[in-house]
């Protein structure tokens, strides 16, 4: 895998009583119900923090923060959680949903549609895109595709877009009606929306989605809508008006094998001098976290590759999952439980979704990094 940029090192304490071990571990931090809720750090993070940082505030092993997350750009979401977390994080510390699209070079150079929210055309240029179209461009150049809200509709269409040839799909959009009608529109007419339907159509256009989170935690009581709630509207709309299923070029984000590659790749710069043999996946979601922690362990023990030895996947109380909820279950099943809220292209296997650990929060699941195997639970 190519460095997609250079990483500073950490500097590393020379405790005599911090352990070989512990310089062989790296962790991976989920972010939204594990750190944070909303804009709120939840204590427990404040104080796990404390616990594995040196007197100069520096991390005692190599940490990245891995969220589904898209709406920014990496710089911007390591300035938040430096300034939340109260210690210094830059930005090649951290992975979004999209940062693996800077090593899908094929599609750079080809004319793309995004969808999401925030700055998708800067984050899209800042990935390699050279030659990207949005949602609102669309909408604006063909002013009779967007009808639900006739408030807004365009009058005239302004200056020409070019045919599409794949679309990406950063996160979950604030319109989700116009999104999802233009999207449409693009698909069934090959990249060219101001044209009729073309029912006989031999392929689709490439689609590119980053995020599979049906529902994430935030500051409300029960989790909300995530962008893999949008993929499924999509997939629905798609499957009802052709008959035939939306077919992904690639799925990025948690639980995607391809977000774990680049992660440990981001965990071995920081610290070049020493082997990396564990990786700890921490996260409180077992359809994306656990699942593609322990997807990634799988990969690692089957694959003969240059790599972590293991990936332990640690889930926490304190965000989607909740320990009085049933286990989840194929819902092709006749098995009582939770339904599976997984992605459509995702198998459920029972082992995928049982954490090597669970722990209260964040806090207790450093106590399990730092202990190692001498971890003991406090309820046990």
Not at 57 to 62: A, S, T, Y
Not at 205 to 232: Q, T, Y
Request: glycine share 6%; proline share 7%; aromatic share 8%.
């Amino acid at each position: 895998m190519r460095p997609p940029e250079d990483v500073p090192s950490l500097a590393y304490p020379s405790y005599p009583c911090l352990s070989v071990r512990l310089h062989q571990v790296g962790v991976l931090f989920d972010v939204d119900g594990v750190l944070l809720r909303g804009g709120s750090v939840i204590p427990a993070a404040q104080r796990a923090f404390r616990k594995i940082v040196d007197q100069n505030n520096n991390f005692l092993f190599p940490v990245v923060f891995v969220t589904n997350a898209g709406s920014c750009q990496r710089h911007q979401k390591a300035e938040q959680l430096s300034h939340l977390l109260e210690v210094q994080i830059a930005p090649e510390q951290v992975v979004l949903s999209h940062s693996p699209l800077q090593m899908l070079k094929s599609f750079h150079d080809k004319c793309i549609l995004v969808s999401g929210q925030g700055p998708v055309m800067d984050i899209a240029n800042t990935l390699g895109f050279k030659n990207v179209v949005s949602i609102e461009q669309l909408r604006e150049h063909h002013p009779l595709l967007d009808m639900v809200d006739h408030n807004r509709r365009p009058r005239l269409p302004v200056s020409a877009v070019p045919a599409t040839s794949s679309i990406v799909l950063f996160g979950e959009p604030i319109r989700w009606e116009t999104n999802l009608q233009l999207l449409i529109d693009v698909l069934l007419t090959n990249g060219s929306p101001g044209c009729v339907y073309d029912p006989q159509l031999s392929a689709q256009l490439p689609v590119l989605a980053c995020n599979m989170d049906l529902m994430w935690m935030a500051e409300a009581p029960s989790p909300r809508f995530g962008h893999g709630m949008f993929l499924l509207c999509l997939e629905s709309i798609y499957k009802k008006v052709t008959g035939r299923e939306l077919q992904y070029q690639t799925l990025l984000g948690k639980p995607s094998l391809l977000t774990y590659q680049y992660a440990e790749h981001l965990l071995k710069q920081q610290n070049p001098n020493h082997e990396l043999t564990t990786i700890y996946a921490v996260g409180d979601n077992m359809m994306t976290d656990i699942y593609g922690a322990n997807l990634y362990n799988r990969y690692l023990e089957e694959e003969l590759v240059s790599a972590a030895a293991q990936c332990h996947s640690i889930l926490v109380c304190t965000g989607v999952y909740n320990p009085r909820s049933p286990l989840p279950h194929d819902t092709s099943s006749q098995v009582s439980g939770a339904v599976f809220h997984g992605h459509r292209d995702l198998v459920l296997e029972p082992d995928l979704v049982e954490p090597s650990y669970t722990v209260e929060d964040v806090e207790a699941a450093m106590d399990l990094v730092l202990q190692g195997d001498s971890y003991v639970a406090p309820d046990a």
